[in-house]
């Protein structure tokens, strides 16, 4: 995101970001008509460090946005799961459902009318898996939606921790709504909303649930991708079902894409499927 306004520097021309608008905007205030004349030099100075950084920060935003072209597009259930296996092998014996909901209303004369209309197809399912040795594991296996915003927390983060300051405007730096060029790529960086639709997996779950009734010897065989929440319990990113693997949350995706982030903002923090 940035202004129409645009400078000259270094023989090219160079659009401003929001902040280095503000911190030129700012320069010209502090500095008044009376300090321009009178520190001309230190005002040049300054007003160049701006406008160099701002040079810098561009480029940097272009790199970016050409690196993050092939993701925009891409199939996030093809990149590989950045987790480790949980366990060996794992048999079901019973399926538990956990609907999300919506809620919609509105508020008149202090009180609250509405309704909450179920979401069937956002669910977060709770399968319980037995293994060889008698061990029982609860598999918590996250909805789309809550996929989706784990990305969309990391992208806020990655803005926030984007862009540059000066020692003379770090004050100004707790100001989150005024992008740089790179956190306004990283702003804008967005899939269609129907790219969690590949992380449902109704008739998988449907298909695990109903072989429970049945002899364990018939029942799937089932390997676990995710994160041990404590012993007995994990939190499933990909299962792979009678060797067929199903995501749930895209971890291989999110780990390129943090690499690319990182190739700009070098302090931006991976995504991680359980926050510490």
């Avoid at 030129?24 to 460090?49: E, I, N, Q, V």
């Avoid at 990305?151 to 004050?171: D, F, M, N, P, T």
Wanted: charged residues 25%; hydrophobic residues 40%.
């Amino acid at each position: 995101m940035s202004t129409t306004v645009t400078v000259r520097t270094n023989r090219q021309r160079t659009p401003l970001s929001k902040l280095a608008a503000g911190k030129l905007t700012r320069l010209h205030r502090d500095y008044g008509m009376f300090g321009r004349a009178f520190k001309a030099d230190s005002y040049r100075r300054a007003r160049f460090r701006i406008l160099l950084e701002n040079a810098r920060d561009r480029r940097r935003a272009r790199k970016l946005d050409v690196a993050l072209t092939s993701l925009r597009t891409a199939d996030v259930t093809c990149f590989p799961a950045a987790n480790n296996v949980i366990g060996d092998t794992w048999r079901p014996f019973r399926v538990e459902r956990g609907v999300t909901a919506s809620m919609r209303g509105e508020i008149k004369h202090g009180s609250f009318r509405g309704s909450i209309t179920p979401n069937m197809l956002d669910s977060s399912p709770v399968i319980f898996l037995q293994n060889a040795r008698g061990e029982t594991m609860r598999t918590l296996m996250p909805s789309p939606r809550t996929a989706r915003e784990m990305l969309v927390q990391s992208l806020h983060r990655w803005r926030q921790q984007a862009g540059y300051k000066y020692h003379e405007y770090e004050k100004h730096w707790s100001d989150r709504d005024v992008d740089t060029h790179v956190s306004g790529v990283i702003a804008n960086f967005a899939h269609s909303g129907r790219w969690t639709d590949v992380l449902t997996h109704p008739e998988v779950i449907d298909m695990i649930d109903a072989s429970c009734g049945k002899p364990e010897e018939q029942r799937p065989v089932i390997r676990l991708k995710g994160a041990l929440i404590q012993k007995g319990v994990a939190l499933a990113s990909a299962i792979e079902v009678n060797g067929a693997e199903k995501v749930f949350v895209p971890t291989g995706y999110f780990q390129a894409l943090t690499a690319v982030v990182q190739q700009v903002v070098p302090f931006a923090d991976q995504l991680k499927l359980l926050a510490a």
